[in-house]
């Protein structure tokens, strides 16, 4: 699950308590839900400072993720 | 001994003299520039163009072979006035000279204008220059590709800008030429591995200034193509001025820049961490309303029950116990928005069961917006 997609899914259960229409045993389940992905997304803002990666095609067609040559 | 030619006993043989000349001809003048309109353009099944330039009192065969036609921006149209670099050639067959293009620019910038819009006229056609195909760009990307020369300026632009706003912003670079006749398959090339990747969020395509010939490879058809395919959003940033690139049209941002793209590209990271605290202030706020309310409900429904009903209470135990749906089915005004009535006694109390109505008796309907005066006709219990 992506940062933005835990932000977007956030949202959506922020709107859906803030509405009146939940049963309460759904706005529970939901608000847990919530707080499972708050930390996550902020586990996914707390990484260190990223360095400039190179995507190199290996030999073997594979992709992978390298530090840049400098 | 006379010279071939010198004498009626050494006259040359015809192809002897075409030989002559060809060596003359191509020994001596060099790869030229020459200026005149084109006529009688035709592009052969071979991938040969042949045409003749003209000017007022001259014309002179001319032919691009299907090897330097890549390097043409478009077909001249007939008329077209060009430039056009060539070697002379001869046919020998004919003893025919012929100049040899292998480079040719419209006057003004006609190729140029024409080749792009008939690409753009192609792209259209195929539905990509349409304004509903462009994707939303992620808000909140993590990580981020950039389509660029590793060397160039445009990369490093970018990196600075998205340091800035986000140190955290992961940056992976996706070497590829972008400029010269190898840019088109490389950007092609790099664009096919990004693709396949699928660790970004976000696709920057682009590389900084640079003169028209320099930018060409992005209004490579082809190369728009590719950035159509591409199945992470894009942002193109060719840095230029006025022209707007075929990979521009296709993108699903364009930004006039590589430091613009990275500024769309990537918020501030305070900003970030500011709509995540909001966010978390949202959820315990409406929590904390749901459950007053679910409080409220619960004191409301036991009033209204009393301890006359309290059976009906017992036998709906769960509905109250699990504080959940029974909650709200229960709460007559949330009940009634939905469609529902409540019968009552004239003294108020709910009637809900088919046993509390006697045929011929009265009750009031309390609907959503007021109350009905009722009679029972006949009650029906569900058989079971």
Known sequence: MSFEDDLARLDAIARALEGDRLPLDEALRLFEEGVARLRSAAAALDTAESKVKQLVEEADGTLTVRDTPK | MTQPGEAPESAMDVSMLAGYIKAVVEGSVPPLWVRGEVTGFKAYRSGHWYFTL?????????????????????????????????????YAAKAEIQLSISRMEAEGDGLWRKAFEEARLRLDVDGLLDPARKRPIPRYPRTIAVVT??????LQDIIAVARRRDPTVAIVVVPAVVQGDSAPASLRGALKRVSKWRGADL????????????????????????????????ISAVGHEVDVSLCDLVADLRAATPSAAAEAAVPVRADVQAEVTRTARRLRVALSRRAERARGDLVRTQREFGSRARRVIEMRRAWIVSLSASLDALSPLR??????????????????????????DGFSLVVRDGKVDARTIATRPDTE
């Open chain 2, 54 to 90: 003209r000017d007022a009192e001259s014309q002179i065969r001319c032919v691009v072979w299907q090897r330097d036609t890549a390097r043409m921006r478009a077909q001249p149209d007939e008329g077209m006035h060009v430039v056009a670099f060539g070697r002379l050639n001869v």
């Open chain 2, 335 to 360: 009940t009634l928005d939905r469609g529902y009535a409540v019968a009552r006694r004239e003294d108020g109390t709910p009637m809900t069961s088919v046993f509390d109505f006697t045929a011929g």
């Open chain 2, 149 to 154: 020369s590793p060397d160039g300026a445009a």
């Open chain 2, 203 to 234: 696709v920057i395509v682009g590389r900084g200034g640079g003169s028209r010939e320099d930018l060409w490879a992005f209004n490579d058809e082809r190369v728009a193509r590719a950035v159509a395919a591409c199945p992470i959003p894009t």
